[in-house]
């Protein structure tokens, strides 16, 4: 591993990939020319007979962890989100109904890094996958939840497993939190705590300039509790009450389309379990189709910014 990478959520897939399929031997990679992206060659060199190139071919490559599956194996899938569960969701719903356990890689999940073009941009994932029962999907924070959230997929989770993965080097803000991460599915972890304003969040792009929108916020007094949601459909009920029933203001802000998103999630969860009454509910997301350029210039561009963060949130909660 390249020092320069070694705290990339990439790289630590990896390397925790390598870790746990020396434990369990059932698991079997299956990649679609995309290697180099998560540094598998290293994986296929240890595990040679454990590791399959299936080349650009999504929808040939998830039904044949389908039926990998089926033998009793642990089929590891990794292409480009966007690429993966819009192409081969057929042959992924198909999985699904035969209640084995398949784990999907959703590389480059999310608006940014944002160079490649709109092809590559992830914004739909979640929503395609929200649908299909026997699911679970994931979005790690950083290269120490990458590993934790990777070992409950592979010897704890019953279900089918998907799980985000962002590319590239992670902020300074991001770095900064390494020591209060602690992965619990259904729970989110909060990064701030503060008082009448909630944000459930999540991924190392987005998050970060939520943290920057902070520092701003508590020049006018408004301290808000940041939460990390690594968790993108389904939560514990009564952790989730708890938390809103403590803020006034409850906002999402998604990697992703506003609709079909973590903001959807959890506003479905809040109108079923009905603890949602006199609060003050916002969605914030990618409404449109994605803008390419630098970080700098998208994340302004769909008002993820930390300053067009700021004006969004304190806009609504002046206006009521």
């Not at 992206?37 to 007979?49: G, M, Q, S, T």
Request: hydrophobic share 40%; with cysteine; glycine share 6%.
């Amino acid at each position: 591993m390249q020092s320069e990478k070694k705290n990339w959520i990439t790289n630590s897939l990896t390397e925790s990939l390598i870790k746990f399929s020396k434990k369990n031997k059932n698991i079997v990679v299956l990649d679609a020319d995309l290697s180099d992206d998560l540094n598998l060659k290293k994986f296929a060199k240890i595990f040679p007979n454990r590791f399959i190139q299936n080349g650009i071919a999504e929808q040939d490559m998830v039904s044949m962890a389908g039926g990998i599956a089926l033998q009793g194996m642990l089929p590891v899938v990794n292409s480009f989100a966007s690429f993966l569960t819009a192409r081969a969701n057929e042959q992924i719903y198909n999985n699904a109904t035969e209640n084995t356990k398949i784990i999907y890689l959703n590389l480059y999940a999310g608006l940014l890094p944002a160079g490649a073009g709109k092809s590559h941009q992830s914004l739909r994932d979640i929503s395609l996958l929200n649908s299909i029962p026997n699911f679970r999907i994931f979005h790690p924070l950083n290269y120490i939840e990458v590993d934790q959230v990777l070992k409950h997929c592979i010897f704890k989770e019953k279900k089918n497993c998907a799980i985000r993965l962002s590319i590239g080097p992670p902020t300074k803000e991001i770095l900064k939190l390494k020591t209060r991460i602690n992965f619990k599915p259904g729970i989110g972890q909060e990064i701030t705590k503060g008082k009448k304003v909630v944000i459930f969040s999540y991924g190392q792009y987005v998050l970060s300039e939520i943290l920057k929108t902070v520092e701003i916020l508590k020049i006018k007094n408004i301290f808000p509790t940041i939460v990390n949601m690594s968790t993108m459909n389904f939560f514990s009920t009564k952790w989730l009450k708890k938390i809103v029933n403590k803020h006034d203001y409850i906002f999402t802000i998604d990697d992703h389309s506003i609709s079909g998103g973590l903001g959807d999630n959890i506003l479905n969860e809040l109108n079923k379990q009905k603890i949602i009454k006199n609060k003050n509910f916002f969605k914030i997301g990618i409404e449109t189709f994605p803008e390419c350029g630098t970080v700098e210039e998208v994340l302004k561009y769909h008002k993820l910014d930390s300053k067009s963060l700021y004006k969004t949130l304190i806009s609504k909660i002046k206006n009521r």
